[in-house]
C-alpha cells in the first residue's frame, strides 16, 4: 500500500463549480497535512496547512482532515478558470523533516 | 513577499558530469530542503538541511549527491557524475523553524543529462 494515495484525474469542471479533492494515507502517525498548489512547470505554492481533524477554510478553499479514517480533502468553491492546476497533498510526521507527497490532481476549470 | 530563488532554471549536461543546483532560501529561515520530481511523478523529498549539518536524506540521496550552504545566502545541491535516471525537477524549499513550520518551495531547476 503506497504512503499516500491520490487520484491523479485529471478532472475537469465548469467554471463556478466546487472542486472536490482527496487523499488517503497509510501511516496514522502522520501528524501535518498540507494542500499545495502547482502550475504547469512551476514549485509548489502552499494553499493550506493544517494538524487537527476537522475543518479550515481561508477564502474560498476548504480543508478537511479525518485522522480517524486517514483521509483528507480540499475543497474550492466557486472556481475560476485560474485554478487550473496541479492539486498535491502533502503530510510529515511530528518529529521527522520531510514531506510525503500524493501524486497530485491536475484540474481544469472551464469558463 | 520573500520567495525562494533557484538558478538556473534549466540545466542541460551530459551524463557522467557534475553539476551544481543553486537556491537562495528565504532570509529568515533555517532549515533547507531539496525535493526532486521525475516528469509525471511524485515529489520525492532528497535531503534537509540545519545548522551546516544533513538532519536527514533519502535512499536517493546517495554518494552522488552532497549538500552545501557555501556562505550566509546559497544552498548547492551538487551531483557529482550524474546520469541519465538523474533528469528531474530539482525543488528547493526552506522553512523558518521546524515540525510545525511549512516548507516554502523554489520554483525548481529543471535539469536534463543526456
Known amino acids: 500500500q503506497k504512503e499516500v494515495e491520490q487520484d491523479p484525474g485529471p478532472l475537469s469542471v465548469p467554471e463556478g463549480a466546487i472542486v472536490s479533492l482527496n487523499c488517503t494515507y497509510s501511516n496514522s502517525a502522520f501528524q501535518y497535512f498540507m494542500w499545495y498548489r502547482q502550475y504547469s512547470r512551476k514549485g509548489p505554492e502552499l494553499l493550506m496547512y493544517t494538524y487537527s481533524s476537522g475543518n479550515k477554510e481561508d477564502g474560498r478553499f476548504t480543508a478537511q482532515v479525518d485522522k480517524s479514517s486517514k483521509y483528507i480533502s480540499l475543497f474550492i468553491r466557486d472556481s475560476q478558470p485560474s485554478d487550473s492546476a496541479t492539486y498535491l497533498c502533502?503530510?510529515?510526521?511530528?518529529?521527522?523533516?520531510?514531506?510525503?507527497f500524493g501524486a497530485g490532481t491536475t484540474v481544469t476549470v472551464r469558463a | 513577499e520573500p520567495e525562494v530563488t533557484q538558478t538556473p532554471s534549466h540545466q542541460v549536461t551530459q551524463m557522467g558530469q557534475e553539476v551544481i543546483l543553486r537556491c537562495v532560501p528565504i532570509s529568515n529561515h533555517l532549515y533547507f530542503y531539496w525535493y526532486r520530481q521525475i516528469l509525471g511523478q511524485k515529489v520525492e523529498f532528497l535531503v534537509s538541511f540545519y545548522n551546516n549539518e544533513i538532519s536527514e536524506k533519502s535512499e536517493i540521496f546517495d554518494d552522488q549527491f552532497s549538500v552545501e550552504r557555501p556562505d550566509g545566502s546559497n544552498f548547492t545541491l551538487k551531483i557529482r557524475s550524474t546520469k541519465l535516471e538523474d533528469s528531474a525537477m530539482y525543488f528547493c524549499?526552506?522553512?523558518?523553524?521546524?515540525?510545525?513550520?511549512?516548507?516554502?518551495f523554489g520554483p525548481g531547476t529543471r535539469l536534463l543529462v543526456l
Open positions: 524549499a526552506s522553512s523558518e523553524g521546524i515540525y510545525q513550520e511549512t516548507q516554502y
Open positions: 502533502a503530510m510529515r510526521l511530528k518529529n521527522d523533516y520531510k514531506l510525503s
